[in-house]
Every structure is written in structure tokens, then in C-alpha cells.
């Protein structure tokens, strides 16, 4: 929102004070100004002076050579400027004036000399009408200096409409003039209006609300012999300034008492209403703004209609057939609260923002609508004299809001702030802002007014923002609190995941990256992957963007696949979120989970596969002291090789899955490549009990390696299993098996184990051995590992 | 006697010279100082010597000059050897650089991490939360009414089963004051996500850092405190902070923190826009309805907090300018970031 200093000026006497710092503080006090916008200040040495004579130029057929009267002298002119007429009164920038930053010197133009410039409103920056040069009012006495009678110098700043979003009573300048009427402790005036209990005996304007439950108060009054048609310059100075366009007299009247107290005002063309009702429609029809434009309404939306003729969409913008054209001469007068939620609903169903929506929607005060109109009616008589009310103002109050009274006493204030504010501080500060303030020593009882009543200033909490804000953050005393220790509590999830994380970085040199929540069906497509249709995003941007994802590994082969130019091997991986189905109370199943994906095109799957059973051995190891076990499973997704995928167990608890990407995927993330990927869901890992490491004297005498080769069909080995049995016949004397070796030719594959023996009383002998190993073998036989003599 | 040891010394002495290695020395040593060597033989003479004591004498002097001449050659021997050796071996070139690859973590990884061990100095538990929520958790709990803007199809993702994606990390705050009460201390860093279209500056996924602290009679003066010790921690350096009013549902009074901007230092530059400050993040006194909400007695406790942008931060730490590198997935972008 654009606000001006001069018109804010209107209601506090800011002189001598430095504006651009109050404007500076400002924002430290009340709501963030983006931007300081000094209005005039390259404009100068314009004056009034009159056109003596018009002549056309010889050689050209748009400029004339005139002869201006400063009022000091008579000076020649050159001009381009399309409505020129001798005995006009215009804005003449001298030699040595500037206007908007374009110097003003003598100059030939067209070869004759041209000592001055007259200017349109554009041209001086107060209007963007550039149509023509401005045909000045001739009661200004020639020579005056023009700024000394438009209010072409000003201040404007911008506040960040977001920051306004609880301060109803901050989007009109009377608002924000009564905080910097507190910030400087300078009174704060009351525009001039016009009292309406003057027409009470008038008849009343025909006027019934029916949807009660979506208006707080309408208002009316009809006005007639209106004959002005083109506001003061000033206003429209002051519009202009704030981001309005003028565009007439009652049209601009209604923009600017809405910019001074906020409350958006309509004005009805009264020949074109009648009979005034506030209602909605039950069916679906279609309305034309006055923008022109056809829009589509349906049973939500509050309507002003004249009979059952909608005329204005309430709160949001007026009707074509009834808005104010030139030809009106007399009016009827809305000044409504309606209900702030209906309202930005209309205007979210309907795509159309108006200055006044925005302001219905931060809740408006119902007492503003017979201040506004009393207000516009005092301005429309100072510009307009011979206007008459005809109508009583008339006033449906439909709902009021509860007067709001806070009670707190100084201590109150003392804890919540941390530091001591004066009593009187306080008292001034909250009077200053509206409030009534009842002190007795050091209790307040304290009545909201009633335009901070609406929703924003409801407990105490908010009264403290009212006095804290005022006082000045810059100036609290800043200390620290007195907190007893305890100590921080252990996340067991968090630190396994950061633990994973170092893991797969330092130790497996592999890059960490972040995709979105969702699948991307469109890159599943690509991938030969069908995406997994689980919970889905009801307003997702795209519809291929609409399942969130069960499982980390698609997002991540398309990582691998955009990235596959990147190097010749890589591995990535993401710890992140996924959605599995729905728990039993309807609420999603979110799974945090660690997928990761090898990608290369000189290993084969073989050894990338060997290369992740490592990693994932790494992981648990890492942070549980454990050692997973593998599973064969078919795959749940349909991305996986439905050969070689193996559930990951932890202490017999699925974790999560390894395996090669299917041909199909495999082929699609890269003609020639090998890829294998890992999930684990690191909830559930988090919940396995970590392993304590148990201390074991070194044992003082030597181990005994044996290394025993078997036939075997390498992917039947149970290795887990071949160790349980091998401990049941050696006892404790065995203390770890471990793959040594694999040979594998055309006929059959060799697989040498190691076996570690030791004892804590003596040295082994091989031939002590020899009758455990036996067993070994012949036990292992019976699960199909054939011993290689 | 003392002529046979003069003419042996003499002749030990020539031969010491001209002994170019270990094996030379060592048969010299044999010569003289073995079992049967000339030391041995002089000894054996010694019965027939007139003056035997003066020639055992002599012959035990002759013994230590031999002794010491030969141990004295063999270290220079060693000396020669062993510099040789060295003078020999293959001289390395350091400079070469081979390609390497290292792994690399995520650049919202390394910053949440510098941040949450901040405040773990601190005495803060750090919590992680899920990012799908209910409207309870992420509005009702936190004061915001129902017709509330921040509500609308346009901003917040709404799922099938009437749950949402998580619009700020506040989202959270209920939960962890029902699951911890007061007092407490508080990080809780997540991913949030707004249903925007995406441009360099704006991503529809991005990562937050709630922190909350709560104890008997927490003040504004003690908020303003906090914020510039943990922000001071986290930037590594002292900055100042200043507060100015902000407006959030779950916060009264609520405000905007900026700091002191950390290029210029407050002077003003262009990166702050001449202001010499930066809006850094919202905070605020935790609003009673939300510390009742999460059943903390509202006579006893107050609170404050606040929500850091960790992706804003992890930009301007790394100089990241376009926000949808963070999911580009593309290790060109993401591989610089090597460790913390």
C-alpha cells in the first residue's frame, strides 16, 4: 500500500520533524515500508502563466510558436502540445526550472528559440495524462510558483500489504497517521465530516439485508444535484500518488475516503437503482462488472442487488449497468461491512482482488460505515456546493462485535517484556493507539477500540505487542533468562540417519541429493517403471505429480540416468520421506528411508551388487554392531531384478531390500550399464537393539586358520546357516567363518571357507582339529555342500 | 716386544686403509682380534717377554687402538652405505594430481548441520518430524482459524486421506510440547512444501528450522538475547539483531528478526540494499492458545520461537542463486559440496 506524508499530515503535525526517519521508524514500530518514494524534488521553477498569442510553425505541423505572459514578461515558447489556444492559463517550466529531472534551459527548436516549456500533468508526474498541456485555473495570479498551490511535493512510502494482514485499521491513511501520532507523542486530529443526524428526518432509502449471516452492516444515503464532474487537483494528486487512477468525481470521492479511513465505499448511479436488498441466488447466473467484464456467479456469492437485479458484487466491485457515468447527477451511497471469509472466497472463486476485497478481508470495523460516509459527504459539499442529501442515512446493523475489556496489572508486563516499563508509559502509549485505559496503581483494566476489536487485540498477550512495539525494541535491556539445565534428549533415528550419511560419503564415496515427495510418473515412464499409485495430492500442480512416493529408488534411477554423462561409476543417495498406504486410523503411513542407487558402466552387475551387499554390511555395522541377512523376494515394484532381489533382515525384521534394476529399467537408465540399489527404512532400524561390544581378553595362544573347499550351487548357499552349523559342531573352539573364495568354471562352482579356531587354554594342534572339520564336512553335506577333498 | 707391535700397527694401519667394505673389515678384524689373530699371538708371547708388565700393557693398548680403529671404520662405512642409499632412491613428484572421486554431501545437509550443532551447545534436542500432517498440527494447534489465508487450495497441498503436506516446520510444535512438556528446549529442522510454481527464488520444497524454548517467565528481553547468541553461533561471528513487528497467528507478538547484514556489517551495501540490515527470520512469544493447545500451563510458562530459512541460508552460505539446484539432482551441482 502507497502512503503519503502530506495527506497523513492532515491529521499529525509532523513539522520539523525528519520524515524519512519517521518513515525509517515506522518500521520498527508498526509494519515493514519496502520502499521511500521523495515525490517533486526534480520538478522546480514551474509557474502559472498565460498563452498571449498562438502562431503556427512554419515547418512543422504539429508545434506552434507562442507568446506566454510569466506575469514578469511576455517570453516565446515553442510547443507541441496538441491543444494550445491563445488566453490559456498554463504550467510553464523557466530556463533553470526541471521538471522530473529534465532540465529547462533556452533552446532552438525547429530553428526558433524557445525559452520555456509547458507542461502536462504527466509530464510534472502528477497524473499519467499526457494528452495535452494543463489548462490551469485563471484565478491563479500569473508568475505563482505552482508548487505553492499543488501538492506536488511529498513523500510517499510503501508498506508491504502482508505486514497489514492483522490491522484492519492500518489500510487507510487515518490509521497509520494515529501511529505516527503515538510514535511521536503529537496529537492526532479528526478529519472534518459532515453529520448526518442533520437528515434523520428524511425519508429512509428502501433497503433490506436477507443474508444476515454474511453482512454486519449496510448503510445508505441518496445525494442529488451533483454537477461537478472532474475532482480537485489535489485529490487527484494524492490518488495518483497512491497508486489510483482519477477517473471522476464520485468514482474518485469514494477511492479517497477509502485510502483515509479504509472503508471501501460504492456509489450507485440513482437513476439506475431502486430498492436495495443484500441477498444471494440460489442458482448459478453470470454478471457484468464495470470493468466490462462477464463474470460467472453462483450461490456463495453476496450480491447488492436493486429488486432482484444484482448491481454490485458485495465487497468486491460494482455492476456496469449502474456504475457512475457522466451523466449522473445523483447517487446512492453504500458504506457496508460484510463478512470478511465470504468475501475472499468470492474473490479467490472469482480471480478478481479489488482494493476494497482486500480490505473486507482483513475484517472491518462496522462503526467506520456512518464515519466514511459522513466523511465523503463533507468532501462532496466542499467540492460540490450544491449538493443535496435527500434520504435519512439509513443503517441496517445487522451484527455487532462484543466490546472487548482486558484486565492485567504491571507485573504482567514486567514478565512478558523482561524489562520494566513505566506506568504512565504504558497508560500513553495505549491511549495514544485508541485505547481506553482505567489505571489503579498498578492495574490496568483496558477497552479495545473498537477498530482493533474486530480480531486483532482480543487477550492480553496482544495488548503487551501494543505497548512493547510503541516502546521500542532497540531499546530493551537484553538479557538472559535463569533456566535450570537438563540434559538434551538423544534422538536414536536422527543420529543413525547423520551416521548413515558419513558412511555412504566418506567411506563409499557417494553423493548425497534431494528429490521432491512425489513420483514423477512421467520420468517412471521413461524408466519402464509403472509408479507406485499409493496417497494421493488432490491439488498437485500436475497430474504426474500426484501420487507421493512409496519408495525412494525412482526418483533416484532418474538421478542416476540424468547424471549418467557425469561419470563412469557413481553411487547417490537421499535419506528422505515416503508414504506406504494408509495406518488403520486413515492416517498416512510415512516411512523415512535411505535409498541409494550404484550406477556404473565398467563393473559388471556382479560386483556392483558385491559392492552394495557391502555397503548396506557397512551401514548396520556402523551403527548397530550388527550383520543383516538376505532373503530372496520377487520384488514389490516391478524395478527390481526378480532374480537377485533379497529382503535386508535385521535380528529377522525386513528393513528394507537390495537389488539389481530390472533388465528393462537397467536398459532404459543407460544402454550399457550396470544397476543395483538399496532401501532401508530407517524407522525400523532404529528400533533393532544396538549390539554391546563385549570385551574379550586377546587370547594368548595362536588361531588356527583351515580353509575347506566345497562344490556348491553358489546360490543356494545359506552361508548364514552354514555358519550356525558349523558353530553347533566346533563349539566354542570356532570363532568366525568367512568366504575366502569363489571359483566358478562351466561345470560348477568351488567355494573355500575359512574357518578361524582358537582356544583361551592352549595351543590347537591341526589333528585335534581334524575330527571337528570332519564333522564339519559330513554335516554340511546334508545341506548339499559337497566337500572338495 | 714393542717392536713386533709397532710393525703390526703399521701394517694394521695400511690395511685399514685400503679396506673398502664390510667383508674387509671384518677379515681384518680376524687378522688381529680373532681367536688365533696377531692380539693373540702377542699375548701368547708374553711369557717369554723380560718386562712383562710394560709388554702386557703394550699389548693391551694395541688391542683398544685396534678395537677402536675398527669401529670407528665400520660406522663410516655405514654412514657411506646408508647415503648412498639414499642418494640412490627414487625421487617422488607431489604435484601430479590423479582424478579422485569423493562423495559429497547435500549443501541443506552441511548447513542444518552447522546450525543444529549451534544449538546442541546449547542444550537444544534436536527433533525430527514427518512432513506429512494434519490440519490440527499444522493450523488448528498453532491459531490459525479456520478461513485463514495460509489455508487456501492454493498454498497447501492436500492429500486424498484429508492429511497435508507440511507448510512450515511449525507444523510440529504441538507434538513435541505434548511429548517433551515445559520446560523446553527445542530444533526441529524439516522440509516444508507450498503449492507455488517454481522459479530460481521460489521452490514448492524447501527446508525450515523451527526452535522453541519454553520455561518459567521466558520475556521478549530474553527472546532478543537468545536470537543474537545463537545466531552469533551459527554465523560464526557477532552480529547484532534487531526486532520489528511482525504478524503470525502462533506468535503475540510476533516479529521480524533481521541482522546486522553479513557482508557489509551494517554499513549498507548493495547486497542489503543500503540498509545494513537483512530479514533473517520470523519469530515471536509463543501465542497462549498454542502453548495451552499443547498443554503447557500458560500462568507458569512462556515461551518463544522462531523459524530459520535453512534452504535461504545454505544459498547465501554457498552462493547458491538458483533455489532448484537443491532438487536438480545433478552432481555437477551437488558434488562440490565435499564435507563439513
Not at chain 1, 414 to 419: A, E, K, L, V
Not at chain 1, 565 to 585: C, K, R, S, W
Not at chain 2, 47 to 57: C, E
Amino acid at each position: 500500500m502507497l502512503l503519503s506524508m502530506n495527506w497523513i499530515s492532515d491529521f499529525v503535525d509532523l513539522s520539523g520533524l525528519d520524515k524519512v526517519a519517521l518513515i525509517k521508524n515506522f518500521t520498527l514500530s508498526t509494519a515493514e515500508v519496502e520502499d521511500i518514494i521523495v515525490k517533486g524534488e526534480d520538478t522546480y521553477g514551474v509557474i502559472a502563466a498565460k498563452i498571449v498569442s498562438v502562431e503556427n510553425h512554419p515547418n512543422s505541423k504539429k508545434l506552434h510558436l507562442l507568446k506566454v505572459d510569466t506575469g514578469s514578461g511576455v517570453i516565446d515558447v515553442v510547443c507541441g502540445a496538441p491543444n494550445v489556444r491563445e488566453g490559456m492559463h498554463v504550467a510553464l517550466a523557466t530556463e533553470g526550472g526541471s521538471v522530473s529531472g529534465n532540465k529547462i534551459g533556452a533552446a532552438t527548436i525547429a530553428g526558433y528559440a524557445s525559452h520555456g516549456m509547458c507542461c502536462s500533468e504527466a509530464e510534472l508526474g502528477i497524473s499519467d495524462d499526457n494528452s495535452g498541456i494543463i489548462d490551469l485555473d485563471e484565478t491563479i495570479p500569473l508568475g505563482t510558483d505552482l508548487k505553492t498551490v499543488y501538492d506536488i511535493d511529498d513523500i510517499i512510502f510503501e508498506v508491504d500489504n502482508k505486514s497489514l494482514t492483522n490491522r484492519p485499521d492500518l489500510w487507510g491513511h487515518y490509521g497509520i497517521a494515529r501511529e505516527f501520532s503515538t510514535i511521536t507523542g503529537r496529537a492526532l486530529k479528526a478529519p472534518r465530516v459532515l453529520d448526518t443526524e442533520a437528515f434523520s428526518t428524511l425519508p429512509e432509502v428502501a433497503l433490506s439485508v436477507k443474508a444476515t449471516d454474511l453482512v454486519w452492516r449496510y448503510t445508505a444515503i441518496k445525494v442529488e444535484n451533483i454537477t461537478r464532474k472532474v475532482s480537485p487537483v489535489n485529490m487527484r494528486i494524492r490518488l495518483y500518488y497512491c497508486g489510483s487512477r482519477a477517473i471522476n468525481l464520485l468514482a474518485d470521492l469514494t477511492n479517497y475516503v477509502m485510502l483515509e479511513l479504509g472503508q471501501p465505499m460504492h456509489a450507485f448511479d440513482l437513476a439506475r437503482v431502486d430498492k436495495i436488498e443484500v441477498q444471494t441466488f440460489d442458482k448459478p447466473f453470470t454478471f457484468t462488472t464495470l470493468d466490462g467484464i462477464e463474470r460467472k456467479m453462483d450461490d456463495t456469492m453476496l450480491m447488492i442487488t436493486s429488486g432482484d437485479e444484482p448491481v454490485a458484487i458485495a465487497g468486491v466491485m460494482g455492476g456496469d449497468s449502474s456504475k457512475i457515468e457522466d451523466t449522473t447527477t445523483s447517487l446512492l451511497l453504500e458504506s457496508a461491512t460484510f463478512d470478511g471469509v465470504s468475501v475472499r472466497k468470492t474473490t479467490t472463486k472469482l480471480g478478481l482482488r479489488t482494493d476494497a476485497s482486500m480490505r473486507y478481508e482483513k475484517m472491518l470495523d462496522p462503526e467506520l460505515c456512518r464515519f466514511a460516509t459522513e466523511r465523503l459527504l463533507s468532501l462532496l459539499l466542499e467540492c460540490d456546493g450544491g449538493v443535496r442529501v435527500i434520504s435519512a442515512f439509513t443503517d441496517c446493523y445487522v451484527k455487532r462485535y462484543p466490546k472487548i475489556e482486558l484486565e492485567f496489572d504491571k507485573a504482567y508486563v514486567d514478565r512478558y517484556t523482561g524489562i520494566d516499563i513505566p506506568t504512565e508509559t504504558i497508560t500513553t502509549t495505549l491511549n495514544g493507539l485508541g485505547f481506553g485505559v482505567d489505571v489503579k496503581g498498578e492495574s490496568f483494566k483496558v477497552t479495545v477500540p473498537s477498530f482493533r476489536a474486530t480480531k486483532d487485540v482480543t487477550i492480553k498477550a496482544d495488548v503487551i505487542e501494543e505497548i512493547s512495539r510503541i516502546y521500542g525494541y532497540d531499546n530493551f535491556d537484553v538479557r538472559t533468562s535463569v533456566s535450570p539445565i537438563y540434559p538434551v534428549r538423544e534422538q536414536t533415528q536422527k543420529s543413525y540417519e547423520d551416521r548413515m550419511k558419513d558412511v555412504l560419503v566418506a567411506s563409499y564415496r557417494m553423493h548425497e541429493v534431494h528429490s521432491y515427495i512425489w513420483s514423477d510418473t512421467a520420468k517412471d515412464k521413461e524408466l519402464n517403471i509403472k509408479t507406485p499409485e499409493g496417497v494421493r495430492i488432490i491439488n498437485a500442480q500436475t497430474p504426474d505429480h500426484q501420487y507421493i512416493r512409496v519408495s525412494m529408488i525412482p526418483t533416484l534411477l532418474s538421478f542416476a540416468k540424468s547424471n549418467r554423462a557425469y561419470a563412469q561409476e557413481f553411487g547417490i543417495f537421499e535419506i528422505g520421506h515416503t508414504v506406504d498406504g494408509l495406518l488403520e486410523n486413515g492416517l498416512c503411513n510415512e516411512r523415512k528411508k535411505l535409498g541409494a542407487v550404484l550406477f556404473s558402466r565398467v563393473s559388471c552387475e556382479e560386483a556392483l551388487f558385491k559392492k552394495a551387499l557391502s555397503t548396506v554390511e557397512e551401514l548396520f555395522s556402523d551403527v548397530l554392531h550388527k550383520s543383516p541377512e538376505y532373503r530372496a523376494s520377487l520384488g514389490r515394484f516391478g524395478f527390481e531384478h526378480p532374480m537377485n532381489t533379497y529382503e535386508i533382515l535385521l535380528d529377522g525384521k525386513a528393513v528394507g531390500f537390495i537389488a539389481p534394476a530390472h533388465p528393462e529399467v537397467c536398459s532404459a537408465v543407460d544402454k550399457k550399464c550396470a544397476v543395483v540399489f538399496f532401501e532401508i527404512d530407517t524407522g525400523l532400524v532404529s528400533l533393532i537393539e544396538k549390539e554391546r561390544t563385549v570385551y574379550q581378553a586377546p587370547s594368548k595362544f595362536p588361531e588356527i586358520d583351515i580353509d575347506l573347499t566345497f562344490r556348491v550351487t553358489l546360490a543356494e548357499v545359506n552361508f548364514p546357516a552354514l555358519t550356525k552349523l558349523a558353530g553347533e559342531c566346533a563349539g566354542e573352539l570356532l570363532r568366525s567363518v568367512a568366504v575366502q573364495d569363489i571359483y566358478e568354471t562351466d561345470d560348477g562352482c568351488s567355494l573355500t571357507l575359512r574357518f578361524t579356531f582358537a582356544s583361551d587354554e592352549r595351543t590347537l594342534s591341526k589333528g585335534e582339529l581334524e575330527p571337528i572339520t570332519r564333522e564339519i564336512t559330513e554335516r554340511f553335506d546334508t545341506l548339499g555342500v559337497k566337500f572338495n577333498a | 716386544m714393542k717392536d713386533r707391535i709397532d710393525l703390526l700397527k703399521s701394517s694394521f694401519e695400511e690395511k685399514l686403509l685400503s679396506a673398502g667394505g664390510k667383508d674387509d673389515l671384518e677379515a681384518i678384524r680376524i687378522e688381529y682380534l680373532g681367536k688365533k689373530g696377531h692380539v693373540a699371538s702377542l699375548m701368547a708371547g708374553l711369557r717369554d717377554a723380560a718386562d712383562k708388565k710394560t709388554a702386557g700393557m703394550l699389548i693391551n693398548i694395541f688391542k683398544n687402538e685396534v678395537e677402536g680403529a675398527i669401529t670407528k671404520r665400520q660406522e663410516e662405512l655405514r654412514q657411506a652405505e646408508l647415503e648412498a642409499k639414499i642418494r640412490s632412491a627414487k625421487k617422488y613428484n607431489p604435484s601430479l594430481r590423479f582424478e579422485r572421486e569423493l562423495g559429497s554431501y547435500h549443501p541443506i545437509t552441511l548447513a542444518t548441520r552447522e546450525v543444529e550443532e549451534a544449538f546442541r551447545t546449547m542444550g537444544f534436542t534436536i527433533e525430527d518430524y514427518s512432513e506429512v500432517v494434519t490440519d490440527y498440527e499444522c493450523f488448528e494447534s498453532l491459531n490459525i482459524p479456520k478461513h485463514h489465508p495460509a489455508r487456501d487450495m492454493q498454498d497447501t497441498y492436500y492429500l486424498d486421506n484429508g492429511q497435508l503436506l507440511k507448510t512450515q516446520t511449525s507444523a510440529a510444535q504441538n507434538a513435541i510440547m505434548k511429548k517433551y512438556g515445559a520446560p523446553l528446549r527445542a530444533i526441529f529442522p524439516g522440509r516444508c512444501f507450498r503449492n507455488e510454481s517454481t522459479d530460481a527464488c521460489h521452490e514448492n520444497t524447501f527446508f525450515q528450522m523451527e526452535g522453541m524454548m519454553i520455561d518459567e517467565d521466558i520475556s521478549i528481553s530474553n527472546l532478543i538475547y537468545f536470537m543474537k547468541t545463537m545466531l552469533s553461533e551459527v554465523f560464526k561471528r557477532d552480529i547484532k539483531v534487531r526486532l520489528r513487528p511482525g504478524f503470525f497467528p502462533f506468535v503475540e507478538p510476533g516479529f521480524e528478526l533481521d541482522i546486522s547484514c553479513l557482508i557489509c556489517g551494517g554499513e549498507g551495501c548493495p547486497s542489503c540494499k543500503g540498509e545494513g540490515w537483512l530479514e533473517l527470520c520470523p519469530c515471536g512469544m509463543i501465542h497462549p492458545n498454542v502453548l495451552r493447545e499443547g498443554g503447557i500451563d500458560t500462568d507458569k510458562y512462556t515461551g518463544f520461537a522462531f523459524g530459520l530459512g535453512l534452504t535461504r541460508l545454505a544459498m547465501m552460505k554457498y552462493g547458491i542463486k538458483d533455489i532448484r539446484d537443491f532438487n536438480s539432482g545433478d552432481l555437477k551441482a551437488l558434488s562440490q559440496f565435499k564435507s563439513i
